[in-house]
């Protein structure tokens, strides 16, 4: 398997193919602006190699210095807030197994990509911020 791209921006990386059109419906919305035109800096892998990768198979594909990651799956795909899975790399060891991760619907993207690359914010800020299901939908 081929290693995932080395960028500047935070990659989002499609792992889900069953649906063009649902993907395309998610490309728009992370890719329009949303509160106060603030947009997520995306570098989007739309490749069938990474079908089906499992959290520990893209961060292992992932360049070392991107502790960021957010994944296009199948749940982000079939539900209808888009809920795409973050995935943030850890210095931990134990059951998380050296990442941590978060669902972000898809229109608050932004807030987490934002903030995260700029450490602005921490991770556990959006993670108590999230609904008991687990998924960010804003603050």
């Given amino acids: 398997m081929k290693s995932l791209p080395q960028t500047e921006e935070t990659l989002l990386i499609r792992t889900d193919f069953s649906d063009e059109a649902a993907w395309q419906a998610l490309r728009t ?9 603030f947009l997520a800096e995306l570098h989007i892998v739309d490749d069938p190699a990474y079908r089906d990768l499992t959290t520990e198979q893209v961060v292992a594909l992932a360049p070392a210095e991107d502790d960021l990651l957010i994944v296009a799956d199948s ?15 850890t210095d931990e060891d134990g059951p998380e197994q050296g990442f941590a991760e978060l669902r972000v619907v898809a229109e608050q993207l932004y807030s987490i990509e934002n903030n995260i690359a700029l450490a602005n914010m921490d991770w556990e800020e959006f993670v108590d911020a999230a609904e008991e299901e687990g998924v960010f939908r804003g603050f």
């Fill in 29 to 37: 919305v992370v890719t329009t602006p949303g509160e106060d035109d």
């Fill in 75 to 89: 749940k982000a795909l079939t539900e209808a807030e888009m809920p795409l899975l973050a995935v943030l790399r």
